[in-house]
């Protein structure tokens, strides 16, 4: 149940950011100036951990297939595996090394930046090898892409990070008070 629910949230945080709100952050097909649904992955991992892995994978299929088409189910199922295990072992390192875990509630604000960096540069840089490994990046573009793709993934993590923090820690407060 919770990875089917994780594969539908993220394949439409995916779409909505691509087609809806940050259309006109688009630099190629896969890089964004603003990515929001890394900050998605970010959220889904913290609450449902390799579940929402195993629903993230299944959920980039069609996103990916969308993006680039044409590849092949194996090449397919091969992005969308890093898609989502990438992010999840940011999350296990960042836990291991800072100690934030599950329920999160010793989460504090500083937290948030490191936790979106080091999520978008993990993802992005094994993205960016799996692309020039397909043979759809020059090795000359990587550095740019790297960079581009961290950037855009670390501030729509980073607005969708600290939103979603904000909103919960709203809500304790005015349901304590």
């Known amino acids: 149940m919770v990875i089917g629910l994780v594969a539908v949230v993220w394949l439409l945080a995916v779409f909505?950011?691509?087609?809806?709100?940050?259309?006109?952050?688009?630099?190629?097909?896969?890089?964004?100036?603003?990515?929001?649904?890394?900050?998605?992955?970010?959220?889904?991992?913290?609450?449902?951990?390799?579940?929402?892995?195993?629903?993230?994978?299944?959920?980039?299929?069609?996103?990916?297939?969308?993006?680039?088409?044409?590849?092949?189910?194996?090449?397919?199922?091969?992005?969308?595996?890093?898609?989502?295990?990438?992010?999840?072992?940011?999350?296990?390192?960042?836990?291991?090394?800072?100690?934030?875990?599950?329920?999160?509630?010793?989460?504090d604000w500083w937290h948030l930046p490191v936790l979106a960096v080091l999520c978008a540069f993990v993802s992005e840089l094994f993205l960016n090898v799996q692309l020039i490994v397909l043979g759809f990046e020059e090795r000359a573009d990587f550095a740019g892409n790297l960079l581009s793709g961290t950037i855009g993934n670390f501030l729509g993590a980073l607005l969708l990070l600290v939103a979603t923090v904000a909103g919960i820690r709203l809500f304790r407060a005015t349901r304590a008070g």
């Open 16 to 107: 909505l950011n691509n087609y809806v709100f940050f259309v006109w952050t688009q630099k190629e097909a896969y890089i964004h100036w603003i990515f929001v649904p890394a900050g998605v992955r970010i959220v889904l991992i913290m609450l449902f951990g390799w579940r929402a892995a195993v629903g993230m994978a299944l959920g980039a299929i069609p996103a990916i297939d969308d993006i680039l088409p044409g590849i092949g189910l194996c090449m397919v199922a091969f992005v969308a595996s890093g898609a989502a295990l990438m992010p999840w072992l940011s999350v296990a390192l960042f836990s291991a090394v800072l100690g934030p875990r599950h329920p999160w509630t010793d989460l």
